[in-house]
């Protein structure tokens, strides 16, 4: 048995790259200094599955900011906007050109934007989306493939694995830019280059080429699935050398079975812990000179791996095909995991003890194959803590079990149908026709970021901390009436982050303090482990809120986030199915969002905006998540009276495939991400389709641009012409907290006097 890496984190256990890189960025490093960082991360990695006894230690998994980006370096596509920025007598080279795709450059006065991100399959990390051109041409550009082998086998004094995004993968993965093309037509533009590398791999000694093929795991169509065929013979008649391993994660083969099994390759790697069922169906159909990669060990979380679980699975793969044709893997690259446990000296003892980070996973590897030779008492010592996990008091409380075991059809339905409380409410609020509102929060300044920090450090004391917020608050709230806004928010100065908020104040979750995981470039999450059954000891939100209502006459909205995203941007535990877990916090928002009624606010948000994010990678399985997201929302929405308006948000997303999904929610008001789109996405809500209020964002946040009133008018007329008018509200896109408060206020006053313009014409 042999003992594979498919990719290791390559922030750094303190974050380096992301800080030698912004640091690079603002020019405080040198080019130098930056590769200083890269290498040493790249040789610690090499060193520690080295002696973790990884036997196929991947190399090319480094990246300075995406490894889509990287293969689109090494295949010279590279958009001819970007053509300005390394001319002779200019200081850049490879490694700004390429920084500029990512990020984009403004500098010697070019204004170049960046690439277009995007999510990497159902993961939080954001790739850079290739781009493809009428007439395009590609050749062998960056050498960064070829400099980290040669690299990686001077450090490990060993072969290492290369890594690299399959040809059709990298196809799928971007985006045509013009009409008339499709961008499966290059992969025989592209083979050719692919052959080139593959070529000098060859002549440096290599032996294992890893191709990441993820697609394979997706819905195909006939021509993606042919594209397969034909892209792994050219490789393989043009480097008859070098063993092909091809990688497949995140979800199960399926129809693409014998697709995948009947290319030339040498091995296959399959996903066992997102779907396990696949096992039996892969073996049956695998070549007989194929070997399998089993991917045990959960690459996207941070459980401890239940040896027994895993063992079942390689006893099964060993009795059909045998020992020496089987690797033994994570499902997928240590990418999207923390790296080091040993530095959560804050965790309770017990609870890390069910943990395993990026380094931690690689030990698990090893133990499992001893394990499969034959050493049991690491499996005893494995299942002791697995047995603990399942009992601990700790993670299972019957009162919560009870209660989500308790949820029946009543508990996701509001009172009345969605006509009647439109009417009570409108009874109630005597809004004007299009009301003005916001989606929560304002501007985080720099003194509200240090009031927090100091608070934490312990520097200022609670009442000193509370006497702040206390202020900004009020601030924000007389703004916001004098500016005329119909519907005001609190602000959210009290929050560090949406969901942190949230999981510091319910039972069942933990905070790392060193579990970062790269998000995008030289951005890095922290999300929350939700390790227990979750519930709420006391009321979240209600003291700022009401503090809030007690400041003004006009409706105060409570801004709450909502169980599936909770859920989706957490590590969620893996000991119970996921709808469950979520109807537990719905339960717990449920109580929320009752006792902010009770507290007397009228108009409660509750942000979703993770749901279409949490969409099953497969069609076949988007109704059952569907379903229980959905209920899960309206769980946490529906024990209020009729009069009481249930607000929610969701940010920039294509609605049209689920739009019925939406509707079900049953919200009295969603406020969505419009403008970008330039009101596009909105036609999805059109045709009767949707039936209750909408607000479709007039302007966009992300950038500190001002819109015009005018140009709000004119996107609120299209909103006119797709909606019956009094479903209609105003209001920004999304969250004003990236923002500024010049900008803010200049923008919101014009948002305002749109409205009116607005209300003056119909
Ligand atoms: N209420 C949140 C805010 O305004 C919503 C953020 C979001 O949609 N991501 O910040
Ligand atoms: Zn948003």
Redesign the pocket.
Known sequence: MQKNNLGYPRIGVKRELKKANEQYWSGKISRQELFQVANKIKEQNWLKQKEAGIDLIPCNDFSFYDQVLDMSMALGNIPSRYNGVVIENRENTELDLYFAMARGYQKDGLDIKAMEMTKWFDTNYHYIVPEFYKNQKFRLFSNKIINDFTEAKRILDKTPKTVIIGPVTYLLLGKEKEEGLNRLDYLKDILPIYTDMLAQLTALGAEWIQFDEPFLALDLTEKEQQAYTEAYSYLRQSAKGLKFLLTTYFDALEENTTVATSLPVDAIHIDLVRAPQQLGVVLAALQDNQSLSLGVIDGRNIWKNDYQQSLDLINKAIGKIGKDRILIAPSSSLLHVPIDLSQETDIDPEIRNWMAYAEEKLEEITELAEIAEGNTSLLTKNQDTINSKRISEKIHKPVVKQRTAGITENDAQRNSKFAVRQQLQQESFHLPLFPTTT???FPQTDEIRKLRADFKKGNITQEQYDLEIEKETIDAIKWQEETGIDVLVHG?FERND?VEYFGERLDGFLFSKNGWVQSYGSRCVKPPVIYGDVSRPTDMTVKWTAFAQQQTQKLMKG?LTGPVTILQWSFVRNDQSRSETTNQIALAIRDEVVSLEKAGIKII?I?E?AIREGLPLRKKDWEVYLNWAIKAFRISASGVQDETQIHT?M?YSEFNDIIEHIAAMDADVITIETSRSDMELLSAFSDFKYPNEIGPGVYDIHSPRIPTIEEMVTLLEKAVALLPVKNIWINPD????TRKWPETKLALENMVKAGQKLRAKI
């Open positions: 989606i929560g929060s959210e949406m801004m948000q942000d905006p948000h940010c999304c969250g004003l907290k």
